[in-house]
């Protein structure tokens, strides 16, 4: 089969031949159908992210058909769609055990990071990571929820925001596109703030009150001004500089909450 292969940053992935996967007990053959291009990608090719496993094959938001199951696998079956969970924790460490499995400390499979992804025909997971999808949504709906809806998810839970507070979104991608769709659904008013005027107005349609462009317009000034005056309840920040650090601090409420979800590349 076919796969795109990581060998470093600075360089392009390559597409190789590489041995189709079999499974083992408990585990399936997943045909790829969709595989997101998580911005953690991009991190991966400029050095950001550098876990020293090379050659892998990356894609971590994944969608597919179950192709084939190993011995002892009862569901998903043959034929099912789903959609591929990419932790495949310990089961044994304090974590894990109080189902954190995404914060394992040793954990057995990591795909699209340490285990080779999604960028490739066909990918082998345990049953447990292939979870069935409604047939209402497409693979390609389907695979960035892998990732960046339930980070958006998990972040908002760590927030709490109530009815009425003010969320900021500070980039607006994948994970800040489905935390102004989450926070909209709770109640908050929603501002947006990103550097393109596509992705803003795209951010608008999705249920932003409010879009700050931050190469036009000074982002805590406006804020603030939103606001008016009391500051921001709830900061998700997505992007990873100094700058983007230091805007989110400042246009903080009293008793507010940031939340840091984007890769540092700045020291703090």
Known sequence: MRA??????????????????????????????????????????????????????????????????????????????????????????????????????????????ITDGGYAEYIKVPARNAVRLPDNITFEQAAPIGCSVTTAIHATRRARPEVGEYVAVYGVGAVGFALIQYNKLIGAKVIAIGRSERKLQLAEELGADYVINARSEDVVERALEITDGRGVDVVYELVGIRETMDNSLRMLAKRGRLVLIGYWRDKL
């Open 4 to 113: 795109a292969r990581f060998y470093g940053p600075g360089r392009p992935l390559v597409i190789e031949d590489v041995p189709r996967p079999r499974p083992g007990p408990g585990e399936v053959v997943v045909k790829v159908k969709a595989a997101g291009v998580c911005h953690t990608e991009l991190h991966f090719l400029e050095g950001v992210l550098n876990l020293g496993v090379v050659p892998v094959t990356l894609g971590h938001e994944i969608a597919g058909v179950v192709e084939e199951v190993g011995p002892g696998v009862e569901e998903p079956k043959p034929g099912d769609r789903v959609l591929v969970y990419y932790y495949v924790g310990c089961g044994k460490c304090r974590f894990c055990l109080r189902g954190e499995e995404n914060l394992c400390e040793s954990p057995r499979a990591e795909y699209g990071f």
